[in-house]
Structure formats: structure tokens, C-alpha cells
């Protein structure tokens, strides 16, 4: 262990050793000098080396120990090169720990084992920062259909996918090896099963992959296609945590998805990137980002999700049921998610509403304390009485506000992002290519995900071939509560001073499922679709100026009325969309530029959008970058 005064040493043992570079000292150094006291920990002075193939996980837990039982402040330290593990690093009751490598091009954590690499646990003011996680082997494989019976697939795998023998397959999609996307389109196609205990992969020949199936399926000989195994284990998966920094973090894979919160107060997520290593044909199997129950804020900057398994980043609470009134202040409530949801705090807002108008809330409570009642209940008791009903839902009201700034999600094989938070601010972001709507605002009792959002801005986003294959709905930004409600559950929200380049199956620009307050304004949309922009559902007030809408092909007629039950024409009304609002002529107002959405240049782009084919979203796409 090293303290403070010991800085100069480091520095030049450190030089001389040429154990890190100049920014990686640079770092120890302002880390250590930023804390009031604190102490280093080079993992190497527990038996952690990297590039020797060792298993280091008893070696890092080791000096991951040692600095929390050493005080708080301190700073535990990877060198250069890759370290292997084959069990989770558990980071209990960490008080401002900074665990870091040197770099995301210089640190890598190999996870040998279907694993978390992170299981933070009541830690305050964790940093974990500057490296990269990656699995070996992976938690999918990749390759081309070369033979289909009711009963298997045979693949040939694409390196650098292996032929991986013994293991059971649970999900496989059709995958598109030249746009490197999910298939989309008439060809979207994936399946989910679960094989019998001893149906599992085996190898027919030199790099041919035997794939058992639960049932005939529609894949055909020369379909590309990821298997996707399962593993409920997330590269970093967090509970409990307040103050928690993620930073300059690459995930190239995990067994489930990449970072998991529960219950995350004040979470800083910046710089960090879930993408796939050269080669492969997806990331983590399930989302980037799924942070559940986050209290106070969500801070999500410079960052990025490519080719996941499914979403880019989910933010929600959760449903519960009132299942027994005890008396005016006491309630059993019971779950239905995740373990240990119920265990919300003393002195959180739970929020109650009716149990045929799930998200329309009609009053709220405060836990005075709260106790284990079964296997998925807790005894709620209450500062003062509450009149609720046997079969009403419950949520926490305390809801993060979320910030996201500068975040691409892009050819995955769901939705961009999905918003189930209130107090949302979105800028500056890209979504190419999701599979399903760029911005989906859904909460779900089919999930028990909560809440419905409120107070939202999307403001200078571009959104590029969206919602064109697996979770398609009907737009790019859907407000499709699951079930559908009579009345209006999102309010206030803009979407304003965006670009919206549609594909050729992208649909319409907005789904607008009991919406209430939405302003649609200062958008350039290109679109060769004759679908109406907007359908409307049992909503009220919505209305559009000033948008530019590109299509040489079709005149567009603004929205239309959804009639799917339970949508009634009636049940909708100031609904001011008309044509005035979507014939303004000005270029995109927004463009990327190498993942990066900038402000349009008027000067340095009017040449280039005057010489554009309006009618070819693939001459915009190439203009937008």
C-alpha cells in the first residue's frame, strides 16, 4: 500500500519500469491529490499481472478488499495489458473507491466464465473507469445457414465467431452481414425457445455448427444468423449505489447486458462505449444500459451502444399490486420483477394508482419502514393513512430526472432508448438503424415497468433508418403505453429542432398513444412513405409548426386516427396538426458528423442540400454522415 507522500516514488518507478504511460500517471496523480487522504493499490502487489493467462480474480478481489477496509479515497489500479478472470469482482461498502485501468486501449479485463467482471454493492462514490471488459468465449456465435431440418440448423461459423460445442442456444435472428444490422424489412425474423436439458450444440464438421431446435422454424439456407446462449449475468451490475461514476469504459461483450443499476442514486455515466470487437456481428446479447429504480439523476454523456442484443438503454421503475390492507397505514404489497425491487427505503414516495387505469396516478404515500413479508411481499407502513384498494398498483414516485447528452445507438436489434422516467432532457444524440423506434415511451404491466413520462424534450437529435425490423412500431417516437388507455398519460413533452431520415420500411414519424401536450416543431423530416406522419390515440393537444417535410413521391397527410381498440375518435381532441405545420423549407437542422450531431453550418452545407435528390434518403444519409 502506498499513501500519498509516496506520489514522487511512484512516478518515477513507474517511468523507469515503463509500466504506464505519461496520462496514466497523470491520472494517479490527480486522483490521489484530488482526495482529501487516500492510498494506491497496484493489483500487481497482490499477484494480479496482466498478459500471463493467469486466473487474477482472487488477486484483484484481494486488493479491491484491502482499499475498502483500508478507508475511504482510495485508488485501486490495473496496468497495461489483459487480465483474465473467472468470477465476478465483488466492491462492497466502498466509500469513494476509484478502481481504474489506464485507458480503454490499454486495459482489458477478460471475463473466462459466463460471470458479472463488476458486482458493486452499497458503495458511495464509486468511480470505475479508463478500461475495457471483454468475454472469452463469447455469449453468441455467428454465421451462415448451410443446411435446416424441424430439428436443427447447421452453420457455418464466421470467424472470429467460434464453433462452440455443448451449449444451448435460446434465441437466434436473421441478420444482415452487409449493413451489419438485424435483418429488417420483409426479411426481420428471429426466434426464442428453450431446448430440452440435452439438446445442445455439436459439431458436424470443420467449422459447421449443429444448432437443436424446439420447434420448425423459417430460417432457410443462406441465412446469416446470431445464436444468442444465456447467462443472467451483466458486465457491471450495481446495486445500491450512490454517487456512482462510470467512465471512459469500453464493454465488448457480456453474458447478458452491459451495465445494470438497481436502486442507483445519482449516476454519472459518461464516455462509455458497448460495441463489438472487430468482427462480430453484435455486442452484449441484451442492452447497453438498464437502469432500474435510479433515484435523484441519471447524468448519460458521450457514449455510445452499437449492435446489442436489444435496447440501448431502458430507464424505469417498477409496477407493484396491492395484495392485503392491514389497516389505514399499512399495506402488503407484492412484486412481480427482479429480487429485492420491494426494498425501496424508508422515506420514498410510493405512488398508487387504480388497477383499470394503471399509469394515471391518484395518490402517493411515504414509507415509514418496510419488512419482509414472503418470497416477493414486504409489509409497508405508512407516515399517515392511505386509502387505497386490494389490486391497485403501487410505484416510486421519487422518479431520476435524466439527462443525456452526445449518445448514438445504433444497428441493434430493438429500441434507441426507452424512457421511463419524468424530467427527461435529450440532445445532441444519434439512432441509426434500431430495430424498433429510436425513443419508445412505454410503461408496461406486461413488464411491470414504470412510470409514464412526463416533462420530456428531445431537441436536436438525428435519427436515421429507425424502426424497420424487430419491435417496429408505428414510429420513430412512440408513445405506446402497454395496455392502451382512454385518456392521456404523457404530458408536456417537445420534440423539437431534429432530423429524421427515414428508411424504406421506417413507417410514420410519430406513434401518439394517449399523449397530452405534445409539441412537434422546427423538424426536418425526408421521408418516401405515403403513411400519414402521426397516428392518434385517445390523445389531446398535440400540435406541429414549422416542419420540413421531404417526399417527391407522395403527398403526406399529416396523421390519422388510430381505431385498434381501445382508440376512439372521440376520446382524442385539440389536435391542431395540419398541413401549414409541416410545409416549411430549411435544411436539416442538425447533422452527425462521425457519431457526433452537430448544429447545421448553413454556410459550409447549403451547396451540398441544394445539390441533393430530395427523394433519395440514401443521398441524405450520406449528407448526414
Not at 100 to 108: A, F, Y
Not at 282 to 302: F, G, K
Not at 465 to 482: H, R
Request: with cysteine.
Amino acid at each position: 500500500m502506498l499513501s500519498r507522500s509516496s506520489i514522487t516514488i511512484i512516478f518515477l518507478l513507474t517511468i523507469s519500469m515503463k509500466f504506464a504511460s505519461a496520462w496514466f500517471i497523470f491520472m494517479v496523480i490527480s486522483i490521489q491529490w484530488s482526495h482529501i487522504a487516500g492510498a494506491t493499490f497496484f493489483v500487481s502487489s497482490y499477484g494480479a499481472f496482466p498478459n500471463d493467462n493467469i486466473d487474477d480474480t482472487s488477486a484483484v478481489q484481494l486488493a479491491i478488499n484491502k482499499a475498502i477496509a483500508s478507508g475511504s479515497n482510495n485508488v485501486v489500479v490495473f496496468q497495461s495489458g489483459t487480465y483474465n478472470f473467472t468470477s465476478a469482482i465483488s466492491i462492497y461498502n466502498a466509500i469513494n473507491l476509484t478502481v481504474m485501468g489506464q485507458g480503454m486501449q490499454q486495459t482489458l479485463l477478460v471475463g473466462n466464465s459466463p460471470a458479472a467482471m463488476f458486482k458493486p454493492l452499497h458503495c458511495q462514490g464509486l468511480t470505475i473507469t479508463s478500461l475495457a471488459i471483454d468475454f472469452d468465449p463469447l455469449p453468441f456465435t455467428a454465421g451462415y445457414v448451410v443446411s435446416v431440418s424441424t430439428s436443427y440448423l447447421d452453420v457455418q461459423v464466421v470467424s472470429p465467431h467460434r464453433v462452440d460445442i455443448g451449449r444451448q442456444v435460446h434465441a437466434i435472428l436473421r441478420y444482415n452481414s452487409v449493413m451489419m444490422r438485424p435483418a429488417f424489412g420483409p426479411n426481420t425474423y428471429e426466434i426464442y425457445q428453450t431446448p430440452p436439458s440435452n439438446a445442445n450444440t455439436s459439431l458436424v464438421s470443420n467449422g459447421i455448427l449443429r444448432i437443436p431446435l424446439a420447434s420448425p422454424t423459417k430460417f432457410v439456407v443462406g441465412d446469416p444468423i446470431v445464436a444468442r446462449y444465456s447467462s443472467a449475468r451483466h458486465a457491471i451490475d450495481a446495486q445500491d449505489v450512490t454517487d456512482f461514476n462510470i467512465q471512459s469504459i469500453t464493454i465488448y461483450t457480456a453474458w447478458l447486458m452491459g451495465i445494470v443499476t438497481l436502486r442507483a442514486k445519482r449516476l454519472n455515466i459518461t464516455d462509455y462505449h458497448v460495441i463489438p470487437r472487430t468482427g462480430r456481428w453484435m455486442s452484449t446479447p441484451v442492452d447497453c444500459m438498464h437502469l432500474a429504480d435510479s433515484r435523484d439523476y441519471i447524468n448519460i454523456v458521450d457514449s455510445r451502444c452499437e449492435a446489442q442484443g436489444d435496447d440501448g438503454l431502458n430507464v424505469h421503475a417498477f409496477y407493484f399490486t396491492v395484495a392485503q390492507i392491514i389497516n389505514s397505514t399499512a399495506l402488503i404489497i407484492e412484486e412481480f420483477n427482479w429480487l429485492d425491487v420491494l426494498n425501496v427505503g424508508t422515506g420514498t414516495r410510493l405512488e398508487f394508482s387504480k388497477s383499470q387505469q394503471q399509469f394515471t396516478v391518484y395518490t402517493t404515500a411515504t414509507v415509514a419502514s418496510s419488512s419482509i413479508n414472503g418470497p416477493t411481499s414486504r409489509v409497508f407502513v405508512f407516515t399517515s393513512p392511505i386509502n387505497v384498494s386490494v389490486g391497485d398498483w403501487a410505484s416510486v414516485a421519487d422518479t431520476p430526472t435524466l439527462t443525456i447528452r452526445n449518445l448514438t445507438v445504433a444497428n441493434n436489434r430493438a429500441r434507441g432508448v426507452l424512457l421511463k422516467t419524468r424530467n427527461i432532457h435529450m440532445t445532441h444524440s444519434l439512432f441509426n438503424g434500431t430495430s424498433g423506434p429510436a425513443v419508445l415511451f412505454e410503461p408496461s404491466m406486461y413488464w411491470h415497468e414504470s412510470v409514464a413520462s412526463q416533462n420530456v424534450t428531445l431537441s436536436q437529435n438525428v435519427y436515421i433508418n429507425c424502426n424497420e425490423g424487430i419491435a417496429k412500431q408505428k414510429g420513430v417516437i412512440s408513445f405506446a403505453p402497454s395496455p392502451r388507455q382512454l385518456i392521456p398519460i404523457f404530458f408536456d413533452v417537445v420534440v423539437q429542432s431534429s432530423t429524421f431520415l427515414f428508411g424504406s420500411y421506417s413507417e410514420s414519424l410519430i406513434q401518439g398513444n394517449n399523449g397530452g401536450n405534445l409539441s412537434i416543431r422546427g423538424n426536418y423530416i425526408a421521408t418516401n412513405s405515403s403513411i400519414p406522419l402521426i397516428s392518434i390515440c385517445n390523445s389531446r393537444n398535440i400540435a406541429a409548426h414549422n416542419n420540413t417535410v421531404v417526399n417527391n413521391q407522395f403527398t403526406v397527410d399529416p396523421y390519422y386516427y388510430d381505431t385498434t381498440s381501445p382508440c376512439q375518435t372521440n376520446l382524442s381532441s385539440l389536435i391542431d396538426l395540419f398541413p401549414s405545420g409541416f410545409n416549411s423549407s430549411f435544411p436539416p437542422p442538425v447533422m452527425a458528423r462521425n457519431s457526433i450531431v452537430q448544429v447545421y453550418d448553413h454556410g459550409t452545407y447549403t451547396n451540398s442540400f441544394n445539390s441533393i435528390n430530395h427523394s433519395n434518403t440514401d443521398s441524405l444519409s450520406n449528407m448526414i454522415g
